[in-house]
């Protein structure tokens, strides 16, 4: 019997076998960011039992695959970390409650949140662009952003313990997240040491075609 391993893309998980994947060469990892250099090339397999996959995006969303299996839970929502209450105070979400993470995460949250402290109205990738080529009020916003980052992640490294949290839908091409948004993950998680990987996904805008293509045998 061949052995496994877990890729993850934007909110999917696809199976193949090792020897398919070491023929892989290191440029096929690398991805494309706004704001920032380009990321160093991804040349490690990843082997991960427990992956948490999200998507940052117009919304927030998520899934668990362990052991390559997407797992769906008794109601069908496994993986839905972007409606827990992330500041109860904070602005009200399309489902009713107010603060949730997707409020706060999402291309518009951020946009809203920079807005609101005295910043122009800007897309999320024009306001990351910004920080990076210096401006204060752009900045400032990003650091708000990477610290709920931070807060919300962790509530799932708690609770689950993934191997790797793989980040998909737009706003995940932000090269701080891998970086500053980890240290703000560490901060919050229940251990000295955050063990968890933090990656972006391969393949892009197709990867939710490549993943619900996936759910269903050939």
């Not at 696809?14 to 704001?35: D, H, M, S, W």
């Amino acid at each position: 019997m061949k052995e496994k391993l877990v890729v993850v893309g934007n909110g999917m998980a696809g199976i193949r076998t090792v020897e398919e994947l070491l023929k892989l060469t290191p440029e096929q990892y690398a991805i494309t960011v706004f704001g920032a250099e380009p990321l160093p090339n991804y040349n490690r397999i990843l082997l991960s039992p427990v992956v948490f996959g999200v998507i940052l995006g117009t919304g927030v969303g998520g899934g668990i695959v362990v052991n390559g299996r997407l797992l769906e839970g008794a109601q069908h929502i496994a993986g839905e970390w972007g409606h827990n209450v992330l500041e109860a105070d904070g602005p009200p979400c399309y489902c009713g409650k107010r603060g949730c993470v997707e409020t706060f995460l999402s291309g518009p949250g951020l946009a809203r949140d920079f807005a609101a402290q005295g910043g122009a109205t800007l897309d999320a990738r024009a306001i990351a662009t910004a920080a990076g080529q210096g401006d204060v009020l752009a900045d400032a916003a990003m650091q708000r952003y990477l610290d709920r980052f931070g807060r919300a992640l962790s509530v799932v490294v708690n609770i689950l313990d993934p191997d790797a949290i793989v980040l998909g839908g737009g706003m995940s091409n932000i090269a701080r997240l891998y970086t500053e948004g980890r240290d703000y993950v560490a901060r919050h998680t229940f251990n000295d040491e955050l063990r968890t990987r933090i990656l972006p996904n391969r393949h892009g805008d197709s990867s939710g075609v490549r993943g619900a293509a996936q759910l269903w045998p050939v």
